[in-house]
């Protein structure tokens, strides 16, 4: 565990109430597009849940269908502005589609963002002192959880944007349980040498993965230069690994997030088909 420890999270020993990840938009994230989508809850059991572990339940956001199950289980792991009204709308939309789609808050040792009016703000007091090593046991222990919840765990996947991206390539080196990933815009290579949080990055893991991970990228992305994207194309390559990655040319980052002016809506939906059939070849469905 972390040193960065907030009351946030100490609370949450003692159960945190409801509402904790909120159901608005990330002040950060800037004006709401006329464009963002809200889906629909109507026959899904759908809201916040508390994930526990060894020193703590944190919170998570879970949509499944209402049915008889037991479902496929989709972790969806969070942007750089945490588990908010986009996040949760993704789990609902992956619910209609028959999945157990969960979304753990996993930012919640270290701070919440949701007040935070500054990327820079996200960035510097919450994201950079988040270890990546706390990143996977929190998803084991949300799988742990999902199992407990009617979730099929042995047809698992995960998808992620923004930082929740390159989360994907690193649980995918992570997880035997894992059979497939979707990385929307995640970085491939970070800025600055390697720390005791980060030792790894996703394209030092190409020749680890345990699981195929589809990779969607934007051509115009000005936070992941194409040659970064190209990297991991040549290391996934070298590993003989079956991962694939899509590059969109005249996609920004952030391209799926229909609340921003970056959505592109063919682009997304286009990839939002193709995670669905790459989940689907690959035993997730």
Not at 39 to 45: H, Q, V
Request: hydrophobic share 45%; aromatic share 8%; net charge negative.
């Amino acid at each position: 565990m972390t040193q960065h420890t907030s009351n946030r999270f100490r609370l949450s020993r003692r159960g945190f109430g409801a509402g904790a990840l909120g159901l608005g938009f990330t002040l950060a994230a800037g004006p709401v597009a006329a464009s963002a989508i809200v889906t629909s809850g109507e026959g899904l059991i759908e809201g916040e849940v508390a994930v526990p572990t060894s020193d703590g339940a944190f919170p998570a956001y879970r949509a499944k269908p209402a049915g008889e199950g037991p479902f496929p289980v989709i972790l969806v792991t969070q942007e750089i502005f945490g588990v908010h009204a986009h996040i949760q709308d993704l789990c609902r939309r992956l619910a209609k589609q028959g999945y157990l789609a969960i979304a753990p808050d996993l930012y919640v040792r270290q701070g919440d963002v949701s007040a935070m009016t500054e990327i820079s703000q996200i960035v510097d007091t919450v994201v950079a002192k988040v270890p990546d090593a706390q990143v996977m046991a929190d998803l084991d222990a949300t799988v742990a959880w999902a199992e407990g919840d009617g979730g099929d765990t042995s047809r698992l996947g995960i998808t992620g944007f923004c930082w929740g991206g390159r989360i994907v390539w690193l649980y995918a080196a992570h997880s035997e349980a894992l059979k497939a990933g979707v990385a929307w815009y995640g970085r491939l290579v970070l800025v600055g040498p390697a720390s005791d949080l980060r030792p790894k990055q996703p394209v030092d893991l190409a020749g680890e993965l345990k699981a195929p991970v589809l990779g969607l990228y934007g051509g115009q992305d000005q936070g992941i230069p194409l040659e970064t994207v190209e990297a991991m194309r040549a290391a996934l390559k070298a590993a003989d690994d079956p991962s694939q990655i899509i590059v969109y040319p005249d996609a920004p980052h952030g391209f799926n997030a229909d609340y921003r002016p970056s959505y592109r809506e063919a682009d997304a939906q286009d990839g939002w088909t193709r995670m669905l059939e790459w989940f689907k070849s690959h035993g997730v469905a």
